[in-house]
């Protein structure tokens, strides 16, 4: 009998990622007018206890700070996500956007309201970005990506560099402002939903060569 968690979805390709991408462009539009939406739509631990805006675990995925987190999210989900949905087709792959995405900013709620953090407003599409990072990184591993335009490395290499910088950042808090957490928690949940759902165990290729 197969296993419900791994049937395949009928590939399609529809460029959902360009869908994303100009949706969120379109979210940073409407907040650009009125700064009060995002209020409403940015991940806030205090207003989803007191008001119940569970929507926010969604909507804080297209809620940008400013031009230029938006631009940097935005380049990163079309250089990667254009070519993880080629792979895994659209449907799996805005399954992978969206689960990854919600379940790091759920994460990120319930380590805020331990840690008695609740006035923070998370916002940004980084936790969901950073898991199409590792996506790309785990299905085309021995891609070369030029950092800045000059340095090359490859996807695998990077998604480590990238790790090593949040879990410092995090622990020495050297950045503020920056939610390091959601990002590790992005690519996490990639980790988990590549070997859960697509039954491949990422770390066969990162450090084996699989």
């Given amino acids: 009998?197969?296993?419900p968690i791994r049937k395949p979805f009928d590939y399609n390709y529809?460029?959902?990622?360009?869908?994303?991408?100009?949706?969120?462009f379109l979210v940073f539009l409407l907040t650009s007018f009125n700064r009060n939406y995002i209020i409403y739509l940015a991940m806030n631990p205090a207003i989803i206890m007191e008001f119940h805006f569970v929507w926010q675990?969604?909507?804080?995925?297209?809620?940008?700070?400013?031009?230029?987190?938006?631009l940097f999210n935005m380049l990163a989900l079309f250089f990667f996500g254009f070519a993880l949905e080629r792979k895994l087709g659209s449907k799996e792959f805005l399954l992978f956007y969206f689960f990854c995405g919600i379940a790091a900013g759920i994460f990120s709620f319930f380590f805020y309201v331990s840690t008695g953090n609740v006035g923070?407003?998370?916002?940004?599409?980084?936790?969901?970005?950073?898991a199409v990072l590792f996506g790309y990184?785990?299905?085309?591993?021995?891609?070369?990506?030029?950092?800045?335009?000059?340095?090359p490395i490859r996807s695998t290499w990077l998604v480590i560099i990238y790790t090593c910088i949040e879990i410092f950042?995090?622990?020495t808090r050297t950045t503020s402002g920056v939610a390091h957490l959601t990002h590790l928690a992005g690519f996490a949940f990639a980790y988990l939903y590549i070997w859960i759902r697509l039954g491949i165990n990422p770390a066969d290729v990162f450090f084996r060569g699989r």
Avoid: D
Avoid at 14 to 24: E, Q, V
């Fill in 57 to 70: 675990f969604i909507t804080y995925m297209f809620t940008h700070a400013n031009l230029t987190h938006i």
């Fill in 137 to 151: 990184a785990v299905f085309f591993p021995n891609s070369v990506i030029y950092v800045m335009g000059i340095i």
């Fill in 120 to 130: 923070v407003f998370l916002l940004g599409a980084s936790g969901a970005v950073y």
């Fill in 1 to 3: 009998m197969q296993n």
């Fill in 14 to 24: 529809n460029n959902f990622a360009l869908f994303i991408i100009t949706i969120n």
């Fill in 169 to 171: 950042s995090q622990l």
